[in-house]
């Protein structure tokens, strides 16, 4: 009989690459996780991992029972929500990571409207980035991710998650007040091919979303400066110091008036794309549901 804790830790593998960095997402020890993934192999008689210089990768037959395994922990949350809801759960906690922009723009007016409507739910909220927030989720550090989409990130039909989508935004272009685009209605992408940039860093999917634009417009951006931080790039961007593209909301309650030039990009505006994101079997729980349905209509109403 294969134990479903096994089966968790067998994922925390796949997803993390490495038993040390699973077992601290698990909040367990390097060797727990070991004996665990050595007693799972002799449950089911073959070898699942292989450990190599550059970490820990699945086997042929660890990618087969990993297959099984997502769909039996999706068949577990599931179970949970049922029986959550024939207990009529309608206080809890409910735990939901967003990057910084996501809480202010969604997050925070779902709080509000919770308050009113499902004044038994308490939400705590994690500041964290979208490539962050999905695994926290796998892990079961939180209970929904408000994340983002980029290259890598996991898609809507991965079995281990449901993707509620919520928004999507285009990103601005800023420049200096000084630049020599300043005056134009569009700027087109490919005329800032050799200014220095001020962007994010790499691993925060923003950073992919201006990457891939400027590639699709010609160009590998020279970024210069790096920051998470959408006010420090725009602070970077007065001081001269180079040319960025940001997501339209972080760019709301900026002092910007003769400090830089904001325009919308010429063509086909680089866009992310928000969603919540659960694991899989989870969204129907009693707790998360009306969270996911908060979220969605503060996207709505935005």
Known sequence: MIEARRLHILRAVADHRTVTAAAAALYLTPSAVSQQLTALEQETGHRLVERGAKGVRLTPAGEILLGHTNAVLAQLERAEAELAAYSAGSAGTVTVA?????????????????????????????????????????????????????????????????????????????????????????????????????????????????????????????????????????????????????????????????????RPVDGVAPTRRVFAAVRRGAEGHPLIRPVLDALARAATED
């Open 98 to 262: 967003s990057f910084a922009t996501g809480i202010g723009l969604v997050v925070a007016p779902a709080l509000a409207r919770l308050a009113v409507v499902a004044p038994g739910i308490r939400v705590r909220v994690q500041d964290a980035e979208g490539d962050a927030s999905l695994l926290m989720v796998l892990d079961r550090q939180v209970d929904i991710a408000v994340a983002v989409e980029y290259r890598g990130a996991p898609d809507a039909d991965d079995p281990r998650l449901t993707h509620v989508p919520l928004y999507a935004e285009p990103f601005d272009a800023v420049v200096p007040v000084t630049h020599r685009l300043a005056d134009a209605e569009e700027v087109p992408l490919a005329e800032l091919a050799k200014d220095p940039w001020i962007g994010p860093y790499p691993g925060n999917p923003c950073h992919d979303v201006v990457v891939l634009a400027c590639e699709n417009a010609g160009f590998q951006p020279r970024l210069e400066h790096s920051s998470d931080d959408f006010r420090a790039v725009v602070a970077l961007a007065s001081a001269d110091a180079g040319v960025a593209l940001v997501p339209r909301s972080a760019l709301r309650g900026m002092e910007l008036a003769g400090v830089v030039v904001v």
